[in-house]
């Protein structure tokens, strides 16, 4: 649930900060959001290193529930639900990453 209620809240800030109705509209979602839900992703899997991967799908499509529930216009939505799964690659890797420092790190 963290997961998905940090990447609600990051997403929903950023749409309410710049004023744009879809938050990756907004210049800062690139440079600050985006950013931000990757490393938010790194952090949990460090902390929760079982099954790390699902941390990046988690946070990317608490976002696309955040976009689902606030957009009145679903024209795209197939097309916004690839780009978060593309979006939660990076996202899903660091948490694996981060995971196995862990989890070596317990091992020595």
Partial sequence: MLAIIG??????????ISGKA???DASSYWTVTYPLSIILTG??????????W??????????AG???????DYSLLPLGVILFGL???PAAGLAQITAKLRLSSQKQ
């Fill in 87 to 89: 979006l939660a690659l």
């Fill in 66 to 72: 955040m976009m689902i529930l606030s957009n009145s």
């Fill in 22 to 24: 879809e938050a990756w």
């Fill in 7 to 16: 990447g609600a809240v990051l997403w929903q800030a950023t749409a309410m």
């Fill in 54 to 63: 699902r941390w990046g799908f988690s946070v990317l499509f608490g976002q």
């Fill in 43 to 52: 952090w949990l899997g460090y902390q929760f290193p079982e099954k790390p």
